[in-house]
């Protein structure tokens, strides 16, 4: 089955590890599995924690900017798929 893009990494924040993704492709739920993917690196996380503009949310729909704590090092402009 091809992997579900849900959208892409348009900012990193190296010193808290978190990546604001902008959901294009559909929405994101807490404790989801994601992976990132930027040229051939490649990781898989799960949404602990999750956020807008500050406020911790549980899902985020399409079309919404949404930071997200992550456990390594992302790159801005990977896409972000749901894993399977």
Do not use: C, R, W
Not at 70 to 84: D, T
């Amino acid at each position: 089955m091809a992997e579900k893009e849900l959208g892409k990494v348009i900012h990193y924040f190296d010193k808290a590890m978190v990546a604001v993704i902008k959901l294009t492709g559909g929405g994101l739920k807490l404790n989801e599995s994601v992976k990132f993917v930027k040229g051939e690196i490649e990781h898989t996380d799960t949404i602990n924690s999750m956020q807008i503009e500050h406020e911790d949310i549980k899902s985020a729909k399409k079309g919404q900017e949404v930071a997200v704590k992550v456990s390594s090092p992302v790159k801005e402009g990977s896409i972000v798929y749901k894993a399977e």
